[in-house]
């Protein structure tokens, strides 16, 4: 079957725009999560949502904001774009919720922000 | 918060040698998960523990996790070129909390 899909795979953007990352997971796959990788910081929990609820979230600012559709496709919103917030950028779905299961990942949206 | 230490951050070993990577947490977790990441790639899932104490094996892959469930391990027996990749643990306390990981090359 076919694995998580991350979209776009890379993308520029300036200081102060926003951007809007879509996932969709494996079928049958109900929570997607969001994650950050960077040099610096590493893998760092954005949030996840299980049935189009958000179901828990990492500690990350407001300008953070992340969405579920009823077919679990997932979209994740940065507002105001920072130097900082240049990274990888991963979804994972997973069929259980609660981040308990396995986890599969995308290839991730590689964002640049100039 | 919940805080996820990983060490050692890079282990530079000769093919043939053994390699051991080992989190630990702040907090008391409800399981931990542990994946590997290939350089370029993204991680893959390799095993989650959720009992005290836990061991599992998967081949030359031995995991453990702590009778208090706050660290674990991740030990390779013999290792391969193919090995070869950054190996992450993943603790979740209702949020998931990565280590550092750590970055094996293997010389052959």
């Known amino acids: 079957k076919a694995g998580v899909t991350q979209t776009p795979r890379y993308l520029i953007k300036t200081r102060g725009q926003q951007v809007t990352l879509s996932c969709s997971p494996i079928?049958?796959?109900?929570?997607v999560s969001w994650y950050q990788q960077t040099p610096g910081q590493g893998l760092q929990f954005l949030f996840e949502?299980?049935?189009?609820?958000?179901?828990n979230k990492g500690n990350f600012p407001g300008r953070f904001s992340g969405r579920q559709f009823s077919n679990s496709r997932s979209e994740m919103n940065v507002s105001t774009l920072e130097l900082g917030d240049s990274a990888l950028y991963l979804c994972?779905?997973?069929?259980?919720?609660?981040?308990?299961?396995?986890?599969?990942f995308g290839e991730g949206s590689r964002l640049t922000v100039l | 918060g919940q805080q996820v230490m990983q060490i050692p951050q890079y282990q530079h070993v000769q093919e043939g040698e053994d390699f051991t990577t080992y989190c630990n947490s702040s907090?008391?977790?409800?399981?931990i998960q542990w994946y590997k990441q290939r350089p370029g790639g993204h991680p893959v899932f390799l095993i989650q523990?959720?009992?005290?104490?836990e061991v599992k094996k998967q081949k030359r892959l031995t995991f453990q996790f702590g009778e208090a469930k706050k660290n674990s391990s991740l030990h390779i027996t013999a290792t391969q070129t193919t090995d070869v990749g950054t190996y992450f643990c993943?603790?979740?306390?209702?949020?998931?909390?990565f280590g550092a990981g750590t970055r094996l090359t293997v010389k052959p």
């Open positions: 994972a779905s997973s069929f259980l919720a609660g981040l308990t299961g396995e986890l599969f």
């Open positions: 523990l959720v009992k005290s104490g």
């Open positions: 949502y299980f049935s189009e609820t958000q179901r």
């Open positions: 079928s049958g796959h109900r929570s």
């Open positions: 907090t008391t977790l409800s399981n």
């Open positions: 993943a603790g979740n306390n209702n949020d998931m909390r």
